[in-house]
Protein backbone atom coordinates (compact mmCIF):
# COMPACT_ATOMS: atom_id res chain seq x y z
CA UNK A 1 0.00 0.00 0.00
CA UNK A 2 2.61 2.42 0.47
CA UNK A 3 4.71 1.64 -2.68
CA UNK A 4 1.22 2.31 -4.49
CA UNK A 5 1.05 5.83 -2.76
CA UNK A 6 4.63 6.40 -3.26
CA UNK A 7 4.30 6.03 -7.07
CA UNK A 8 0.75 7.64 -6.94
CA UNK A 9 2.47 10.80 -5.71
CA UNK A 10 5.47 10.75 -8.21
CA UNK A 11 2.97 10.85 -10.51
CA UNK A 12 1.08 13.34 -9.71
CA UNK A 13 4.13 15.46 -9.19
CA UNK A 14 5.73 14.76 -12.56
CA UNK A 15 2.22 15.18 -14.26
CA UNK A 16 1.87 18.97 -12.40
CA UNK A 17 5.16 19.59 -13.47
CA UNK A 18 4.84 19.42 -16.70
CA UNK A 19 1.58 21.26 -16.62
CA UNK A 20 3.12 24.00 -15.12
CA UNK A 21 5.97 23.74 -17.63
CA UNK A 22 3.36 23.60 -20.95
CA UNK A 23 1.68 26.45 -19.45
CA UNK A 24 5.22 28.73 -19.59
CA UNK A 25 5.67 27.80 -22.61
CA UNK A 26 1.84 29.16 -23.58
CA UNK A 27 2.51 32.16 -22.03
CA UNK A 28 5.73 33.01 -23.02
CA UNK A 29 4.65 32.94 -26.89
CA UNK A 30 4.02 35.94 -28.76
CA UNK A 31 3.02 36.79 -32.60
CA UNK A 32 4.57 39.86 -33.25
CA UNK A 33 3.24 41.65 -36.46
CA UNK A 34 4.63 44.96 -37.57
CA UNK A 35 6.26 46.72 -40.82
CA UNK A 36 9.57 47.52 -42.14
CA UNK A 37 10.68 50.79 -42.98
CA UNK A 38 13.40 53.62 -43.69
CA UNK A 39 14.37 55.63 -41.19
CA UNK A 40 14.82 58.57 -43.21
CA UNK A 41 12.05 58.94 -44.94
CA UNK A 42 9.48 56.26 -43.57
CA UNK A 43 8.85 54.87 -47.08
CA UNK A 44 8.08 50.64 -46.94
CA UNK A 45 11.37 48.79 -47.40
CA UNK A 46 9.95 44.92 -49.24
CA UNK A 47 11.39 41.44 -48.62
CA UNK A 48 13.42 41.89 -45.26
CA UNK A 49 13.95 38.70 -44.04
CA UNK A 50 13.49 38.36 -40.55
CA UNK A 51 14.72 35.85 -39.04
CA UNK A 52 14.53 34.41 -34.88
CA UNK A 53 18.49 34.28 -33.90
CA UNK A 54 19.72 30.70 -33.27
CA UNK A 55 16.40 29.10 -34.02
CA UNK A 56 16.65 28.79 -38.66
CA UNK A 57 13.39 30.18 -38.49
CA UNK A 58 11.99 33.47 -40.60
CA UNK A 59 9.70 35.46 -42.34
CA UNK A 60 9.81 37.66 -45.42
CA UNK A 61 8.32 41.47 -45.45
CA UNK A 62 5.47 41.86 -48.25
CA UNK A 63 5.66 44.61 -51.25
CA UNK A 64 4.21 47.28 -48.30
CA UNK A 65 6.62 45.96 -45.51
CA UNK A 66 4.51 44.23 -43.69
CA UNK A 67 5.32 41.49 -41.37
CA UNK A 68 4.10 38.27 -38.79
CA UNK A 69 6.16 36.17 -36.95
CA UNK A 70 5.37 33.65 -34.00
CA UNK A 71 8.57 33.49 -30.90
CA UNK A 72 9.17 33.15 -27.56
CA UNK A 73 9.40 36.38 -25.21
CA UNK A 74 13.21 37.31 -24.96
CA UNK A 75 14.16 35.83 -28.47
CA UNK A 76 15.92 38.17 -30.76
CA UNK A 77 14.84 39.21 -33.98
CA UNK A 78 17.50 39.70 -37.08
CA UNK A 79 16.39 41.75 -40.08
CA UNK A 80 18.49 42.03 -42.88
CA UNK A 81 17.70 43.25 -46.58
CA UNK A 82 19.91 44.10 -49.54
CA UNK A 83 21.09 47.74 -49.14
CA UNK A 84 20.28 48.34 -45.54
CA UNK A 85 21.97 47.75 -42.43
CA UNK A 86 21.43 44.71 -40.72
CA UNK A 87 19.52 45.04 -37.17
CA UNK A 88 18.37 43.22 -34.40
CA UNK A 89 15.68 43.78 -32.04
CA UNK A 90 15.46 41.57 -28.42
CA UNK A 91 12.07 40.82 -27.84
CA UNK A 92 11.28 41.98 -24.66
CA UNK A 93 10.10 39.85 -21.64
CA UNK A 94 7.76 41.79 -19.29
CA UNK A 95 5.06 41.73 -22.59
CA UNK A 96 1.50 41.59 -21.29
CA UNK A 97 -0.84 39.37 -23.84
CA UNK A 98 0.76 37.38 -26.98
CA UNK A 99 0.79 40.16 -29.41
CA UNK A 100 2.86 43.17 -30.32
CA UNK A 101 3.12 45.35 -32.65
CA UNK A 102 6.22 46.59 -34.27
CA UNK A 103 7.90 49.30 -36.78
CA UNK A 104 11.11 48.54 -37.27
CA UNK A 105 13.44 51.32 -39.02
CA UNK A 106 16.28 50.07 -41.53
CA UNK A 107 19.39 52.87 -42.38
CA UNK A 108 20.60 52.52 -45.40
CA UNK A 109 23.74 51.11 -46.18
CA UNK A 110 26.65 52.09 -49.01
CA UNK A 111 28.08 49.37 -50.70
CA UNK A 112 30.10 49.09 -53.84
CA UNK A 113 29.54 46.21 -56.44
CA UNK A 114 32.27 45.20 -59.02
CA UNK A 115 32.57 47.35 -62.34
CA UNK A 116 30.90 45.93 -65.22
CA UNK A 117 31.54 47.08 -68.66
CA UNK A 118 28.88 46.88 -71.17
CA UNK A 119 29.82 46.66 -75.14
CA UNK A 120 27.82 46.92 -78.02
CA UNK A 121 27.71 43.55 -79.86
CA UNK A 122 29.97 43.18 -83.30
CA UNK A 123 28.11 43.56 -85.81
CA UNK A 124 24.14 43.77 -86.93
CA UNK A 125 24.08 39.92 -88.09
CA UNK A 126 25.01 39.29 -84.66
CA UNK A 127 21.82 41.73 -82.94
CA UNK A 128 19.34 39.90 -85.02
CA UNK A 129 20.60 36.43 -84.17
CA UNK A 130 20.30 37.91 -80.52
CA UNK A 131 16.58 39.49 -81.42
CA UNK A 132 15.49 36.31 -82.60
CA UNK A 133 17.10 33.45 -80.75
CA UNK A 134 18.00 34.59 -77.11
CA UNK A 135 15.62 33.59 -74.15
CA UNK A 136 14.68 37.07 -72.19
CA UNK A 137 13.73 36.15 -69.01
CA UNK A 138 10.27 37.44 -67.29
CA UNK A 139 10.37 40.07 -65.04
CA UNK A 140 7.62 39.17 -61.74
CA UNK A 141 4.54 40.94 -63.33
CA UNK A 142 5.45 39.28 -66.54
CA UNK A 143 5.23 36.17 -64.57
CA UNK A 144 2.24 37.02 -62.26
CA UNK A 145 0.26 38.48 -65.68
CA UNK A 146 0.85 34.39 -67.33
CA UNK A 147 -0.10 32.68 -63.98
CA UNK A 148 -3.19 34.66 -63.51
CA UNK A 149 -4.36 34.67 -67.48
CA UNK A 150 -8.15 33.43 -67.79
CA UNK A 151 -7.43 30.79 -70.26
CA UNK A 152 -4.68 29.25 -68.44
CA UNK A 153 -6.57 28.87 -65.51
CA UNK A 154 -9.39 27.71 -67.16
CA UNK A 155 -7.37 24.88 -69.03
CA UNK A 156 -5.26 23.78 -65.51
CA UNK A 157 -8.71 23.58 -63.96
CA UNK A 158 -9.58 20.90 -66.88
CA UNK A 159 -6.71 18.37 -66.88
CA UNK A 160 -5.46 18.73 -62.98
CA UNK A 161 -6.74 16.15 -60.78
CA UNK A 162 -8.95 17.41 -57.66
CA UNK A 163 -6.99 18.12 -54.53
CA UNK A 164 -8.18 17.32 -51.12
CA UNK A 165 -10.53 20.04 -50.33
CA UNK A 166 -11.96 19.88 -54.03
CA UNK A 167 -12.64 15.93 -53.39
CA UNK A 168 -14.33 16.27 -49.94
CA UNK A 169 -16.19 19.23 -51.42
CA UNK A 170 -17.69 16.63 -54.30
CA UNK A 171 -17.92 13.84 -51.95
CA UNK A 172 -19.89 15.67 -49.91
CA UNK A 173 -22.18 17.15 -52.24
CA UNK A 174 -22.92 13.50 -53.14
CA UNK A 175 -23.76 12.03 -49.86
CA UNK A 176 -26.54 15.42 -49.75
CA UNK A 177 -27.95 14.88 -53.04
CA UNK A 178 -28.05 11.19 -51.65
CA UNK A 179 -29.63 12.04 -48.05
CA UNK A 180 -32.23 13.82 -50.41
CA UNK A 181 -33.94 10.70 -51.42
CA UNK A 182 -33.16 8.71 -48.40
CA UNK A 183 -35.88 5.71 -47.97
CA UNK A 184 -37.24 6.55 -51.00
CA UNK A 185 -36.48 5.94 -54.90
CA UNK A 186 -35.13 8.48 -56.87
CA UNK A 187 -37.19 10.74 -59.66
CA UNK A 188 -35.95 9.10 -63.10
CA UNK A 189 -35.73 11.58 -65.81
CA UNK A 190 -37.31 9.59 -68.63
CA UNK A 191 -40.35 11.09 -68.33
CA UNK A 192 -39.32 14.86 -67.70
CA UNK A 193 -39.76 16.94 -70.31
CA UNK A 194 -37.52 19.56 -69.50
CA UNK A 195 -35.12 16.81 -70.38
CA UNK A 196 -36.31 15.80 -73.40
CA UNK A 197 -36.09 19.46 -74.52
CA UNK A 198 -32.45 19.56 -74.05
CA UNK A 199 -31.79 16.29 -75.53
CA UNK A 200 -33.28 17.51 -78.65
CA UNK A 201 -31.24 20.78 -78.52
CA UNK A 202 -28.60 18.94 -78.23
CA UNK A 203 -28.79 16.71 -81.28
CA UNK A 204 -29.90 19.90 -83.10
CA UNK A 205 -26.88 20.59 -82.37
CA UNK A 206 -24.82 17.77 -83.34
CA UNK A 207 -23.64 17.13 -80.02
CA UNK A 208 -23.73 13.51 -79.95
CA UNK A 209 -21.91 13.83 -83.53
CA UNK A 210 -18.75 11.32 -83.78
CA UNK A 211 -16.37 13.95 -84.91
CA UNK A 212 -13.79 11.15 -85.42
CA UNK A 213 -15.57 11.02 -89.25
CA UNK A 214 -14.28 14.13 -90.24
Not at 21 to 37: E, F, P
Request: hydrophobic share 40%.
Amino acid sequence: MRIWRTYSLAFTLCFCSIIANAQDLYDNIIQINGVSMTADSLRAVANVTVLVKNKNRGVESGPQGVFSIVCLKGDTLQFEALGFRSKEFPVPTDIQGHYFSLIQLMTQDTFYLPETIIRPLPGKGEFDYAFMHWQIPNDKYEIARRNTDALTLRALAAILPRDGRESQSQYQNMQAQAAVYYGQQKPMNILNPLAWAEFFEAWKRGDFRNKNTY
